[in-house]
């Protein structure tokens, strides 16, 4: 069995966890329905569940393709108690601080696979057989990868600016490529220097995705101006 671990913030991070939202829980949550995760872009990690993040440290592809999918399943089932971006309102402990390491992961995967019960309450059902083991990694894959706390705050005012830009550009009818490329360029500087709250590696922040979007289309123009707004809008 494992013992409980000595930093203070655990204990509110478990009880964080027991607040996922399922249709089971009226009680906790009221009528919600747990939305299934298509996992199938993931490999196969096998039947027995791991107490390691198998796609931590993995090849970009796979990685990224959890970090994607964790995103989808989050905001599904774990949005509405922990916040959108996985920023807490104060309701929820916030999710962004569990280690990227096996430590972490150990207790993740229990509250997972095993629930919640307080003073003889379900607050958190097995999540384990309705969502599985891919699911929770690819959760967990994305929740490891979330910005600290105000580590956006001094690229805000120039991640504004570059929204701003690529706005005027996808309503041009020809944007400048040599400008869309710099911009693309300064986006992944920017990235690479927001660091996250687990310890992580990579954080997937709004500069990390926009620089993914942008192509040179006016659609990737737009799209990659609506993440830079919608992500700068969840950070405040």
């Given at each position: 069995?494992?013992?409980m671990?000595?930093?203070?913030?655990?204990?509110?991070?478990?009880?964080?966890?027991?607040?996922l939202?399922?249709?089971?829980?009226?009680h906790?949550h009221?009528?919600?329905?747990?939305?299934?995760?298509?996992?199938?872009?993931?490999?196969?990690?096998?039947?027995?569940?791991?107490?390691?993040?198998?796609?931590?440290?993995?090849?970009?592809?796979?990685?990224?393709?959890?970090?994607d999918?964790?995103?989808?399943?989050?905001?599904?089932?774990?949005?509405?108690?922990?916040?959108?971006?996985?920023?807490?309102?104060?309701?929820?402990?916030?999710?962004?601080?569990?280690?990227?390491?096996?430590?972490?992961?150990?207790?993740?995967?229990?509250r997972?696979?095993?629930?919640?019960?307080?003073?003889?309450?379900?607050?958190?059902?097995?999540?384990?057989?309705?969502?599985?083991?891919?699911?929770?990694?690819?959760?967990?894959?994305?929740?490891?990868?979330?910005?600290?706390?105000?580590?956006?705050?001094?690229?805000?005012?120039?991640?504004?600016?570059?929204?701003?830009?690529l706005?005027?550009?996808?309503?041009?009818?020809?944007?400048?490529?040599?400008?869309?490329d710099?911009v693309?360029?300064?986006?992944?500087?920017?990235?690479?220097?927001?660091?996250?709250?687990?310890?992580?590696?990579i954080?997937?922040?709004?500069?990390?995705?926009?620089?993914?979007?942008?192509?040179?289309?006016?659609?990737?123009?737009?799209?990659?101006?609506?993440?830079?707004?919608?992500?700068?809008?969840?950070?405040q």
């Open positions: 069995m494992l013992s671990p000595s930093r203070h913030w655990y204990r509110g991070l478990f009880l964080g966890l027991a607040t939202t399922t249709a089971t829980l009226v906790a009221g009528d919600v329905t747990p939305q299934p995760v298509n996992t199938e872009a993931l490999p196969d990690v096998g039947e027995e569940w791991l107490t390691e993040n198998p796609y931590r440290g993995t090849d970009e592809a796979v990685w990224q393709a959890a970090v999918i964790g995103a989808s399943g989050y905001n599904q089932n774990c949005a509405r108690c922990h916040g959108l971006e996985a920023i807490s309102g104060g309701l929820a402990p916030d999710l962004r601080f569990l280690e990227a390491e096996e430590y972490g992961d150990e207790w993740y995967v229990e997972f696979r095993s629930g919640y019960t307080q003073n003889g309450i379900t607050k958190m059902p097995a999540f384990g057989d309705l969502l599985g083991q891919k699911a929770a990694w690819a959760i967990r894959t994305y929740l490891e990868t979330r910005p600290d706390e105000g580590a956006l705050d001094d690229f805000s005012p120039r991640l504004k600016e570059i929204r701003d830009e706005q005027g550009w996808a309503a041009s009818s020809d944007p400048d490529p040599d400008a869309v710099a693309r360029e300064e986006l992944s500087t920017i990235a690479a220097e927001v660091t996250t709250g687990s310890g992580a590696p954080a997937d922040s709004v500069a990390f995705r926009a620089a993914r979007l942008l192509d040179g289309s006016a659609e990737s123009l737009k799209i990659a101006a609506d993440t830079l707004t919608i992500g700068l809008s969840a950070a």
